[in-house]
T-cell receptor, first 112, second 115 residues
Framework: AQTVTQSQPEMSVQEAETVTLSCTYD???????LFWYKQPPSRQMILVIR??????QNATENRFSVNFQKAAKSFSLKISDSQLGDAAMYFC?????????FGTGTSLTVIP | KAGVTQTPRYLIKTRGQQVTLSCSPI?????VSWYQQTPGQGLQFLFE???????NKGNFPGRFSGRQFSNSRSEMNVSTLELGDSALYLC??????????????FGPGTRLTVL
């Protein structure tokens, strides 16, 4: 069974606009961490933002923020004021024990 | 602090050969995980090593193996290469194993092409 689901294989956004990438996950645990990673074309995967399940406040990192809906098991990423450098593959990830589970990714295109 | 490094960055092999990939974690990190990334399958977990012990293993055949040294550096070996093994192999390091707050930091990957 898929633990992490990203239902949008591709998304596009106009430069300076806002875009939201979706992620849902499946777990029976109450305490866990969720992550968004960014992988630019031919470049290294880097951490964008992470969220602890026990924290009600949504995490924010500059132009990146999440909408964490624990009951719905939803963890979406909002990118505000999109920039050309935001073009990348974005992966949602869930940590359970020693292992990270990744979604299949969303390819984000930023249109100038 | 230097990031995760992987060598080599690119490899071309033929079917039936074997290959060894290397990963050096961030200084102080003791956990190293390996992933296979392909366009169709996304990131698939291979295995994790912590303190020279394999802690967790994904659903891959026995041709895929690994080890970790006392300095936390890790190697991954694939024997009897198949065309389907062509992929980007990513290594990720973290401070410890199993801590929920721990974040994985990724290396640039090794691009393996099997002809």
């Amino acid at each position: 069974a898929q633990t992490v689901t990203q239902s949008q294989p591709e998304m596009s956004v106009q430069e300076a606009e806002t875009v939201t990438l979706s992620c849902t996950y499946d777990t029976s645990e109450s305490d866990y961490y969720l992550f968004w990673y960014k992988q630019p074309p031919s470049r290294q995967m880097i951490l964008v933002i992470r969220q602890e399940a026990y924290k009600q406040q949504n995490a924010t990192e500059n132009r990146f923020s999440v909408n964490f809906q624990k009951a719905a098991k939803s963890f979406s990423l909002k990118i505000s004021d999109s920039q050309l450098g935001d073009a990348a593959m974005y992966f949602c990830a869930y940590r359970r024990g020693n292992q990270f589970y990744f979604g299949t990714g969303t390819s984000l295109t930023v249109i100038p | 602090k230097a990031g995760v490094t992987q060598t080599p960055r690119y490899l071309i092999k033929t079917r039936g050969q074997q290959v060894t990939l290397s990963c050096s974690p961030i200084s102080g990190h003791r956990s190293v995980s390996w992933y296979q990334q392909t366009p169709g399958q996304g990131l698939q977990f291979l295995f994790e090593y912590f303190s020279e012990t394999q802690r967790n293993k994904g659903n891959f055949p026995g041709r895929f193996s690994g080890r970790q040294f006392s300095n936390s550096r890790s190697e991954m070996n694939v024997s009897t290469l198949e065309l389907g093994d062509s992929a980007l192999y990513l290594c990720a390091s973290s401070l410890v194993s199993g801590a929920r707050a721990d974040t994985q930091y990724f290396g640039p990957g090794t691009r393996l092409t099997v002809l």
